[in-house]
């Protein structure tokens, strides 16, 4: 059981916008910043938005990050086939003294 | 451009010791203001953090791994290791090293080496 709640699975067509949530605490994303990995398939996980709405370089603005409270959402525009992946959120929890994940959330583009 | 790189046993018997290295280029890591942080994926599930160390011997310990971890770094090789101790088929996962920006996230990643763990 992950410390950070996200939904399993997401799906849209191409050209849809789609969104993922993650559920956490006071203790870690209410107090911190969240950050989102892409991982597609058979590869490691690449840093996609720090900072809860930050893009490293190279990052598609259609790829955005928001916060509010002890949630914080990744919000996907213009879906392509590419999108296609496994997105996980992440925050540092006080309680745990470390880093905590959510469970992933599998996108589908249809 | 920062590159890690893990190595390691692919194939550890249980009850015994896993041991990997992730070998760091493109970074000092005994210079580097960042940590230095190993995390795990088992077949089909999330990701899981085990641990972070700073070179100044600074680390974080997952609780839940914490009786059976030791990460340490070694600045003349540029290397941060991982020892994982009395290990069963839970265990079995890729691993995957990481830079780890202290709070803020974990901005460059190895490719990750698949641990089984069978007899």
């Known amino acids: 059981q992950s410390v950070l709640t996200q939904p399993p699975s997401a799906s849209g067509t191409p050209g849809q916008r789609v969104t993922i949530s993650c559920s956490g605490s006071s203790s870690n994303i209410g107090g911190h910043v969240v950050n989102w990995y892409q991982q597609l398939p058979g590869t490691a996980p690449t840093l996609l938005i720090y900072?809860?709405?930050q893009r490293p370089s190279g990052i598609p603005d259609r790829f955005s990050g928001s916060k509010s409270g002890t949630s914080a959402s990744l919000a996907i525009s213009g879906l392509q086939s590419e999108d296609e992946a496994l997105y996980h959120c992440?925050?540092?929890?006080?309680?745990?003294?470390?880093?905590?994940f959510g469970g992933g959330t599998k996108l589908t583009v249809l | 451009q920062l590159q890690l790189q893990e190595s390691g046993p692919g194939l550890v018997k249980p009850s015994e010791t896993l041991s990997l290295t992730c070998t760091v280029s493109?970074?000092?890591?005994?210079?580097?203001?960042?940590?230095w942080g190993w995390i795990r994926q088992s077949p089909g599930k999330g990701l899981e953090w085990i641990a972070s160390i700073h070179y100044t011997a600074i680390t974080y310990y997952n609780p839940s791994l914490r009786s059976r971890v030791t990460i340490s770094l070694d600045a003349s090789e540029n290397q941060c290791s991982l020892k994982l101790k009395s290990v069963t088929a839970a265990d079995t996962a890729v691993y995957y090293c990481a830079r780890d920006r202290d709070y803020d996230d974990f901005d460059f990643w190895g490719q990750g080496t698949l641990v089984t763990v069978s007899s």
């Open positions: 493109g970074d000092s890591i005994s210079s580097s203001n960042h940590y």
């Open positions: 900072s809860n709405n």
């Open positions: 992440a925050s540092w929890d006080d309680d745990l003294n470390g880093w905590v």
